[in-house]
C-alpha cells in the first residue's frame, strides 16, 4: 500500500497531531490520545474500492489497544464548490462512516480532496472521548 505523506502539526499549547494524507495517526498532550491505528490502506482512492473494511485504533488514556472498528467510504459523485481560507476550490467529498458496536460508537469523518488525492479539508473524530478535529490546508505543500 501507498505509505502516503506523513505531517506533523503542533499547536502553541503543546498538542501534537500527526497526520498522514489528511487522516490524524497520532496524538499528543490529549486526555485521550491515539497511539496507534491500522488501515487497510491509506490512500481515500485506494479505501474507495473496498466495500467495507476493519481499521484498529489504540489509545493511552485509558490504555486501549487495536480496537477494531467498522468502517465505509462513500465518494460524493459529483464536486463540492468548497471555500478555503484563502480560495474556493472544486473538490469531492469522502464520507467515512464508522462503527464499533461494543462502545456504541458512530462517528462519520469527512474529507475534501482534490483531483490527485490531496486532502485539502477534514473533519474527523478519532475518540468516543474527544471532540471532532477540523482541519484545513491553505496552502498546498512543495515537493
Known sequence: ????????????????????????????????????????????????DLEQYSIYLSYDLPRLIDLKVSAKLNKSETRKKIQLLNNDLYLTEYTESLENEYLGWKANNIYWADDSGFVWKTVQEISPKLPKFYMEITKKPSG
Open 1 to 48: 500500500s501507498k505509505k502516503g505523506e506523513r505531517d506533523l502539526w503542533v499547536s502553541a499549547d503543546g498538542i501534537y497531531v500527526e497526520t498522514v494524507n489528511g487522516r490524524i495517526i497520532k496524538t499528543q498532550g490529549l486526555l485521550n490520545n491515539l497511539t496507534d491505528q491500522i488501515y487497510p490502506e491509506n490512500d481515500l482512492k485506494a479505501l474507495e
